[in-house]
């Protein structure tokens, strides 16, 4: 029998699910993920509906469009006014910078393509003498193949605009922030895939909580949420493998060596939340050629203030959910976004309002 | 003539778009009439011979899809059946359809023909014919390739709209979904995907006919643009009631779960040309079904909901795992996603 | 680089980032254009087993089944868990020698 490696049988969701209720704790348990596709797949199959009333589930920053700053989506655009091709993967497209997206300087006349790959982006760029350029968005599990691009001998025409970032610093820094009232975090699954279940010890001398990585699949989320539940039902708190089959302690060396050989890690800013140290990457010297914003002479807009009344920094925080936003479904639609929680396509506020977020059904 | 493009001169009433018209177009149409004045009168309108009873139904569309010729059709296919697929959903039998043609200078005559013979070939699946047309011509660049317009003329016993259904109605799907948003997103060149996937694109209403004779039959709609997520929502929204669906009853193929995975796109928000949605009386669903299926394009047709009252205007999933949520009016066209 | 193919579409991925060798016939974890894991059957049948003994052994701990009730996933059912400012050591039950199970 060919393994379809999907797991959503009717049965085992019930069997979790009174997993689940055995071990549903008497007061309110804020569990908080950190990954797009988690939300998704929760979102999509309705899984919120197994949790008892106790227990909320929140999505952090795990949108790597949405925590993408708007300078870098300025300077994206400004390279592509340049001349220069821009290779983008499609769910940046729309996101909002100071005025204007991705999107609509394509239809200024701007060259900006989307790809599924790095891969593609360099392909393109030796099939031209002009400017390519790849806006290199992603969390740790992206940032190897723009390593790997880079070893592989590009050709001089060929550029990256780095804005990768890594997820766990970001979830410790969630964890110092006033309210934030975190008591258990879902780990991200391919994140984990690239860094092993060892890169989330980092905060269990500080903050006692349970932290299960989780794979995507309904039944691996209700999964690890039964074992977050009895964690804190045991009184343990650490690091534990929800996802075995994909994640190892020590996670990917191969792809970890990639991007150590060509990344260093950076302060970087994160859309809604700030400059976290340590949370992001940064070009070594050797490979400073291709760094896009040497490239170019770049005039980037006024950052633009922020929306009174739009809370997407304390969505992105996990300190709210969509519908605690004043602007969520009013003024603030994906077909009239306001914040970057509803353009990315992962953001919780696009997610809740396409696919009915936490309405009780 | 193998090479042989179209000419300003083509589109300008003259000599030769007169030669074009009877080298290519004339013998694709001519042999079925459409009444008294037919096109092979080539005058300034044609007669239709209408039955003395039942509904007439028109409609109308224009065609732009790119690529041309893509796996399983091309816009010839793709506005024949489409016009024929409005009329079926409508209950009506088609008659005629008229087609008119905006193309860019320097399109090749043979890929014209190639589109030609598509349309005429959905239309001889039907016994439809082509009552009229137009031909325009613009500079290079002024329109993309070829632009299509058909509009289309039936007959329907007694037409049936997309909104009238009961409490405890229930949803059919006459197929797979999917399949034509997929095999187009698939075909693009830039992501670099093989697949055997084939655009759904067919006439429907071979199948439908039989299936209407059941009677029982409260609304239909064919789930185009925006997929069924679409179709279903502005059935719930019109009707003021709730479609109850159950996701594991979906039809999807395997290469479109395939697609939707490698994408990040959903198979329920992408475009499908050879599928219905009918909303039919409960005791009439087993007979429907079981109509639809004796057709080769309806051999995966299933049950896969029920009109309720819970939240009216909303079209509810629930979830392969035993979870709900609303499936909700798709927004935009679908963009690939990172992760 | 491999061709990988997902319930009969075909494209291929790089091996860049993936530390194993592979070869046709396996199954690979796939993130834009790159395998990152390679997944065998064998672990995908163990997933199985992970759920079902987590299932069996909770509720073989709990006598008192949780409210059947439809669409009360919303109302905390079943025996009160023991709470974090309770005891610090963990129960005697079966919970604990679980506990290292997982993952």
């Given at each position: 029998m060919t393994p379809s490696f999907q797991y959503s049988d009717p049965k085992r969701g019930r069997d979790l699910r009174d997993a689940i209720r055995i071990l549903a704790p008497p007061e309110t348990f804020k569990i908080v993920h950190v990954c797009g596709t988690h939300e998704m797949a929760i979102t999509r199959n309705g899984l919120r509906r197994f949790l008892p009333e106790t227990v909320d589930l929140l999505e952090g920053p795990g949108c790597p469009v949405c925590v993408t700053p708007a300078a870098d989506i300025d300077t994206a655009i400004a390279i592509a006014h340049a001349g220069a091709t821009l290779c983008t993967f499609g769910d940046?497209?729309?996101?909002?910078?100071?005025?204007?997206?991705?999107?609509?300087?394509?239809?200024?006349g701007c060259d900006i393509r989307t790809v599924l790959s790095v891969a593609d982006a360099v392909e393109a760029a030796r099939t031209t003498d002009e400017e390519v350029v790849f806006f290199a968005v992603g969390f740790e599990t992206t940032t190897p193949m723009t390593a790997a691009i880079l070893l592989d001998d590009p050709p001089s025409n060929f550029s990256v605009l780095v804005s990768h970032k890594q997820v766990p610093q970001a979830m410790a820094a969630?964890?110092?922030?006033?309210?934030?009232?975190?008591?258990?975090?879902l780990a991200p699954g391919h994140v984990s895939t690239i860094i092993g279940t060892r890169s989330y010890e980092s905060w269990l001398t500080t903050h006692r909580i349970p932290t299960v990585v989780g794979g995507f699949e309904p039944l691996d989320i209700l999964y690890a949420i039964a074992l977050i539940l009895r964690q804190h039902r045991d009184g343990t708190a650490k690091v534990e493998n929800g996802y075995p089959r994909a994640v190892a302690t020590?996670?990917?060396?191969?792809?970890l060596m990639l991007i150590e050989e060509v990344f260093e890690t950076a302060e970087v800013a994160w859309r809604g939340i700030g400059r976290i140290p340590g949370s992001g990457y940064r070009l070594r010297s050797r490979f400073e050629h291709f760094d896009a914003r040497g490239r170019f002479t770049i005039a980037l807009p006024e950052e633009r203030a922020d929306v009174p009344g739009c809370r997407c920094p304390d969505v992105l925080t996990a300190r709210a959910v969509p519908t605690d936003c004043p602007l969520f479904s009013a003024r603030c639609t994906p077909l009239t976004p306001v914040g970057p929680c509803m353009v990315g396509t992962e953001g919780a506020c696009s997610i809740w309002f396409r696919y009915g977020g936490r309405e009780s059904l | 003539m193998s090479d042989e493009r179209i000419t300003s001169l083509h589109g300008a009433g003259g000599e030769l778009m007169g030669e074009l018209l009877a080298k290519i177009v004339l013998p694709r149409f001519a042999h079925r009439s459409s009444g008294r004045i037919d096109l092979a009168a080539l005058d300034d309108g044609a007669t239709v011979d209408v039955p003395r009873s039942g509904d007439l139904v028109l409609t109308t569309d224009s065609h732009v899809v790119k690529p041309i010729f893509f796996p399983g059709g091309d816009i010839g296919t793709l506005a024949a059946a489409g016009t024929i697929n409005d009329l079926a959903v409508m209950g009506a039998r088609p008659l005629v359809l008229t087609l008119a043609a905006v193309i860019e200078e320097g399109f090749l005559i043979r890929d014209l023909e190639r589109i030609l013979d598509s349309f005429a070939s959905v239309l001889e699946e039907v016994g439809a014919t082509v009552a009229c047309g137009d031909t325009k011509v613009m500079p290079p660049?002024?329109?993309?390739?070829?632009?299509?317009?058909?509009?289309?003329?039936?007959?329907?016993?007694?037409?049936?709209?997309?909104?009238?259904m009961e409490l405890g109605d229930r949803v059919i799907l006459t197929g797979s979904i999917g399949d034509h948003g997929m095999a187009l997103l698939a075909a693009r060149a830039e992501f670099h995907l093989k697949t055997t996937l084939e655009s759904d694109v067919a006439p429907l209403w071979p199948m439908i006919e039989p299936a209407l004779e059941v009677g029982g039959i409260r609304a239909m709609k064919d789930p185009t643009r925006g997929g069924l997520a679409a179709a279903l929502n502005e059935m719930a929204r019109k009707a003021t009631v709730t479609l109850e669906i159950d996701e594991s009853s979906i039809p999807i193929l395997d290469p479109v779960v395939g697609l939707s995975e490698i994408l990040g796109i959903s198979p329920l928000e992408v475009a499908n040309e050879g599928k219905a949605v009918l909303i039919v009386s409960p005791g009439s669903a087993d007979a429907i079904l079981k109509a639809l299926r004796k057709h080769p394009l309806g051999t995966r047709a299933a049950i896969v909901g029920t009109v309720t009252d819970e939240y009216p205007g909303r079209v509810i999933l629930g979830t392969e795992v035993g979870g709900r949520r609303f499936l909700d009016m798709p927004l935009g066209d679908p963009v690939p996603r990172i992760c | 680089m491999a061709v990988v193919d997902?319930?009969?579409?075909?494209?291929?991925?790089?091996?860049?980032?993936?530390?194993?060798?592979?070869?046709?016939?396996?199954?690979?974890?796939?993130?834009?254009?790159?395998?990152?894991?390679?997944?065998?059957?064998?672990?995908?049948?163990?997933?199985?087993?992970?759920?079902?003994?987590?299932?069996?052994?909770?509720?073989?701990?709990?006598?008192?089944k949780p409210a059947q009730n439809a669409g009360d996933a919303r109302s905390a059912g079943g025996e009160p868990p023991n709470s974090r400012d309770q005891a610090a050591t963990p129960p005697a039950s079966g919970g604990s020698s679980t506990s290292g199970r997982a993952g």
């Open positions: 940046m497209i729309r996101v909002p910078g100071s005025e204007c997206s991705l999107d609509q300087a394509r239809s200024d969630l964890l110092d922030l006033p309210d934030s009232r975190i008591a258990a975090y020590d996670g990917n060396p191969a792809a | 660049g002024d329109v993309d390739g070829i632009v299509l317009n058909t509009t289309g003329l039936g007959v329907a016993a007694h037409a049936i709209s997309d909104t009238r | 997902y319930n009969g579409v075909r494209t291929t991925a790089r091996l860049d980032a993936l530390p194993d060798r592979i070869s046709p016939g396996d199954y690979v974890l796939v993130h834009t254009g790159f395998a990152i894991r390679r997944l065998s059957p064998e672990d995908g049948e163990e997933t199985l087993r992970l759920f079902d003994e987590l299932a069996a052994s909770l509720a073989a701990e709990s006598p008192a």
